[in-house]
């Protein structure tokens, strides 16, 4: 005896849709899903913020790409031969997931053509804009986490890393009604990187943190959200497989 599904836009959906429909209800449940149905984190302290920094470090998978990483933008400081920036931005993107994929051709294309060290000694760029890369046929596309990410190596203190884990936590905190008051901002202005900035420096004073550089603050926001939502994630790639 066959049966059928109606989907949300009123369509009937066949036996063999129903796996895609339900996985797509549980990506758009899990979007608007409040984030404390999850793991409660504990509140930012300097102890945890320190405990998090030691769990890094302790972690060779994680410890040892980022300083290799940093070795490699030492030994290639410059951004104008097209073959040192392709393999930066190679790199980065195996280690940092940053979906970067089949235009790294392009991407590398842009920096080297952009005047970067430049613009990027006297600060006289915009981030989004910058992150904006022409991949053909009138297309741009934005790559503002691999930015943030590529700025952070030369200057970690000035440019703090944007991901998807440390939006996701801030973003957390911003909606728990103890923490709610910590900074102003929506969540998509986080994509706006002055804005960006800002919320986490206002979350450093607020949480009492300024004992610790940009880049101690990511290493504990982006392992804190990764631990957060990692049930949220496995949900959905089970039921995706």
Request: a positive charge.
């Amino acid at each position: 005896m066959g049966f059928a599904l109606i989907s949300h836009t009123g369509k009937l959906v066949c036996p063999t849709q129903v796996g895609t429909h339900v996985v797509g209800f549980l990506r758009a449940f899990f979007k608007n899903m409040p984030t404390k149905l999850f793991k409660k984190p504990n509140k930012p302290s300097v102890e945890e913020v320190e405990r998090y920094i030691q769990l890094w470090r302790k972690n060779e998978s994680l410890s040892l790409p980022a300083k290799s990483l940093e070795n490699l933008f030492k030994k290639f400081p410059k951004n104008k031969n097209i073959e040192e920036i392709i393999v930066k931005v190679c790199t980065l993107d195996v280690i940092f997931s940053v979906n970067v994929g089949r235009w790294f051709l392009q991407v590398s294309k842009h920096i080297s053509e952009y005047n970067f060290d430049t613009k990027f000694e006297k600060d006289s760029f915009n981030l989004n804009e910058f992150a904006l890369v022409d991949i053909g046929k009138s297309k741009k596309r934005d790559f503002y986490s691999f930015t943030t990410k590529y700025c952070s190596h030369y200057k970690p203190s000035d440019y703090p890393i944007y991901d998807s884990y440390i939006e996701k936590i801030l973003w957390y905190f911003k909606t728990t009604e103890e923490y709610s008051s910590f900074s102003q901002f929506s969540r998509k202005e986080l994509k706006d990187y002055a804005t960006f900035k800002r919320v986490l420096e206002d979350f450093r004073k607020f949480f009492g943190l300024e004992k610790f550089n940009p880049r101690e603050i990511d290493k504990y926001l982006w392992q804190l959200g990764k631990e957060v939502f990692s049930e949220q994630n496995k949900l959905l790639t089970t039921n995706s497989g």
